[in-house]
């Protein structure tokens, strides 16, 4: 019996807008990095559904990404008879943004959304907010304390929530400047941060922390951003949080 681990192939998705993409790309490569036996193929789109098939596992960090509807089947497909996704942030996000006119959050991706379990609508100004544990049981948020991070809060349509296997949670209630879906004032306060949900004889992991952004990621808006945001990614709990959804990915259950 061979004393090495057996290859493995991920593929990465990374792309999309306002977001620092070749950072969390960098970053993820880094943690991907850590598994010597884990050969990655990166793209930024989700097209070529047959690649994405014939990897073990996915990762993707996108914003504003739509999937063509073929490529939406195809891997709901492919979670379906087996595969393992670790979606990150705006994965579940469709923007239009056109200033001055408040951000609207199209649902014109209802088999993508309904795989993801969520779609993102809005979130507050990033400010810091508490994290805490849903299930502390769980391995992949097994002692983890509680924390709290600087990061976009994200408000979210859950399709199905009771399908959903909540890990991390914040609660917030009131208003979203900026965004159509601005009133958030009577919601149910408990905002998902981390869950699982299975999918046939697959499942996905989605965290939507991790936002990112540098000075020239919003150019569609304004040419030069004036600050630079690295949120959650500069915290351990989220790399402690990334590194285990990876194992998780690669099937690991403990």
């Not at 999309?16 to 960098?26: N, P, Q, S, T, V």
């Not at 299975?198 to 922390?209: E, I, S």
């Not at 500069?234 to 949080?241: A, M, N, T």
């Amino acid at each position: 019996m061979s004393e090495h681990p057996e290859r493995v192939d991920a593929y990465l998705v990374a792309g999309g807008r306002f977001h620092d993409i070749d950072y969390a790309r960098l970053q993820l490569l880094n943690l991907l990095g850590e598994h010597p036996h884990v050969r990655v193929r990166v793209a930024s789109d989700y097209e070529d559904t047959a690649a994405i098939a014939a990897s073990s596992f996915l990762v993707s960090y996108t914003c504003d990404i739509r999937p063509s509807e073929a490529a939406q089947e195809g891997i709901a497909a492919w979670v379906a008879g087996g595969g393992r996704w670790l979606a990150l942030h705006g994965t579940n996000s469709a923007l239009d943004m056109n200033p001055p006119n408040p951000v609207g959050a199209p649902r014109c991706f209802p088999t993508w959304a309904k795989l993801l379990g969520s779609q993102f609508l809005s979130h507050p100004p990033i400010a810091p907010f508490p994290v805490r544990l849903s299930d502390p049981d769980h391995w992949l948020v097994r002692g983890i304390e509680p924390f709290e991070t600087d990061d976009e809060l994200y408000l979210c349509e859950y399709h199905d929530r009771d399908a959903l296997h909540p890990l991390l949670q914040t609660e917030w209630q009131g208003e979203t400047p900026g965004f159509v879906d601005a009133d958030w004032t009577d919601c149910d306060p408990v905002h998902l941060v981390m869950y699982t949900k299975d999918h046939g004889d697959g499942a996905v992991l989605y965290n939507n922390l991790g936002h990112c952004r540098g000075h020239w990621d919003m150019i569609d808006v304004m040419p030069y951003y004036p600050r630079v945001e690295r949120c959650s990614w500069d915290i351990p709990q989220y790399h402690e949080l990334l590194r285990r959804g990876l194992r998780w990915a690669m099937g690991a259950t403990e």
